[in-house]
């Protein structure tokens, strides 16, 4: 069995991975001996991780379709138009069971590809309101996944499942610790509610100016009292370790403040007591650990998804919502503080989160495209 991955940045990319190692156990657990899989993209995006999960990438140019005035835009459709025909060669020469398409510019090309030659396509949609491509790609599609249960409504209903997030294994929590903190949160008790509780500020690969400054700002008065671990993004690296420098200079609290640029996160999720972070795909890996979240979305995105990500959350009782245009250092301060500082309030975010977590999407979508992939071959 060949199966083909393909999608766009890195929130398409870990949650394609996700699902490529349930679709290896589920090859397992079929006893099918060859599942080989193939990501298809313009850019590896971890070149590490697709080596330790075996996974070839083959390059596929593509450009991007943007709705503001950019040089690049008279010259993205050509290598659009290029990229499919790279796509229909690779395709051809793979000739996979089942392509899975997350979204993004660099699934199209490969999207248009598998429909011309027949090869079954399914689509995820990770955001509550989906972007130009996956309403494209679903059109083309045989079946289709949404994390947001109210995505449905964009799509043919008839070939629509709410799956949930699917989230690689190293991001979850292990069933005892899920229940260890259910436990907590119904006996109301906060994991160190007896020494410095932990905030945990991601602002995405590329970092976020606006919450990275407000953040700096904020800490002298947040590290009186709890720690802060900031992912600041590789580009702002250097100007938050100047600042930081500035800013907690002969302050008595300066060693609980730890800043690093994007990488691994997991590690800090079972100690964090608090996340300030977008409204992207990091919210699901959040609730799957009972973490309330402070989330600060994008204005503009697109289709608006970060608004309405971030306002489902919060309407679940999941998280807390700060709107950029209200982002100042006193508003973050006190909405830390009424979250971190009410006991029932805080074990209340943490239930909610865990209760309203879907477990098993990945597993489910696995076990769709080996079904579709195992039909494919007869």
């Known amino acids: 069995m060949r199966v083909v991955l393909t999608g766009a940045g890195g929130g398409h990319f870990y949650p394609l991975i996700a699902v490529a190692e349930r679709i290896k156990k589920e090859a397992e657990n079929q006893k099918i001996i060859d599942a080989d899989i193939y990501f298809l993209s313009d850019k590896e995006y971890n070149k590490k991780l697709l080596e330790d999960k075996k996974i070839k990438f083959v390059k596929i140019p593509a450009g991007k379709l943007r709705l503001y005035f950019s040089f690049k835009n008279f010259f993205d459709?050509?290598?659009?138009?290029?990229?499919?025909?790279?796509?229909?060669?690779?395709?051809?020469?793979?000739?996979?069971?089942?392509?899975?398409?997350?979204?993004?510019?660099?699934?199209?090309?490969?999207?248009?590809?598998a429909k011309l030659l027949f090869i079954p396509i399914i689509v995820h949609e990770s955001d509550s309101a989906p972007g130009r491509s996956n309403l494209l790609a679903?059109?083309?599609?045989?079946?289709?996944?949404?994390?947001?249960?109210?995505?449905?409504?964009?799509?043919?209903?008839?070939?629509?499942?709410?799956?949930?997030?699917?989230?690689?294994?190293?991001?979850?929590?292990t069933k005892i610790q899920i229940e260890k903190k259910l436990l907590d949160t119904k006996n109301n008790i906060i994991h160190s509610e007896n020494q410095r509780k932990n905030?945990?500020?991601?602002?995405?690969?590329?970092?976020?100016?606006?919450?990275?400054?407000?953040?700096?700002?904020?800490?002298?008065?947040?590290?009186?009292?709890?720690?802060?671990?900031?992912?600041?993004?590789?580009?702002?690296?250097?100007?938050?370790?100047?600042?930081?420098?500035?800013?907690?200079?002969?302050?008595?609290?300066?060693?609980?403040?730890?800043?690093?640029?994007?990488?691994e996160l997991s590690k800090y999720y079972e100690s964090a007591d608090l996340c300030i972070t977008r409204a992207g795909s990091t919210l699901f890996e959040l609730s799957a650990w009972g973490i309330p979240s402070l989330i600060i979305p994008i204005t503009n995105s697109n289709n608006n998804h970060q608004m309405i990500n971030a306002y489902i959350f919060e309407k679940a009782g999941c998280s807390v919502v700060i709107e950029e245009i209200n982002l100042k250092r006193n508003i973050l301060v006190n909405t830390v503080e009424n979250i971190l500082d009410n006991k029932e309030k805080y074990t209340t975010l943490q239930y909610n989160n865990i209760e309203n977590f879907k477990f098993g999407a990945a597993e489910y979508i696995a076990k769709e495209i080996v079904k579709i992939g195992i039909s494919h071959n007869y």
């Not at 997350?102 to 590809?113: D, E, I, L, T």
């Not at 002298?220 to 370790?241: C, F, S, T």
Request: hydrophobic share 45%.
């Open 77 to 113: 459709p050509f290598k659009s138009f290029f990229g499919f025909f790279v796509a229909l060669f690779q395709l051809f020469k793979i000739y996979p069971d089942v392509v899975f398409a997350k979204g993004g510019y660099a699934s199209m090309p490969v999207v248009f590809a």
């Open 199 to 263: 905030i945990l500020v991601i602002g995405g690969s590329q970092g976020s100016e606006i919450i990275n400054n407000t953040v700096l700002e904020a800490l002298p008065e947040l590290l009186e009292k709890y720690n802060i671990i900031h992912q600041v993004g590789d580009n702002n690296l250097k100007a938050v370790e100047i600042a930081s420098e500035v800013l907690l200079k002969n302050n008595p609290n300066r060693e609980n403040y730890h800043f690093f640029p994007f990488g």
């Open 138 to 173: 679903a059109k083309l599609a045989k079946r289709v996944a949404v994390s947001y249960a109210n995505a449905v409504k964009y799509f043919n209903v008839k070939k629509t499942a709410f799956t949930g997030q699917p989230i690689m294994q190293e991001y979850l929590p």
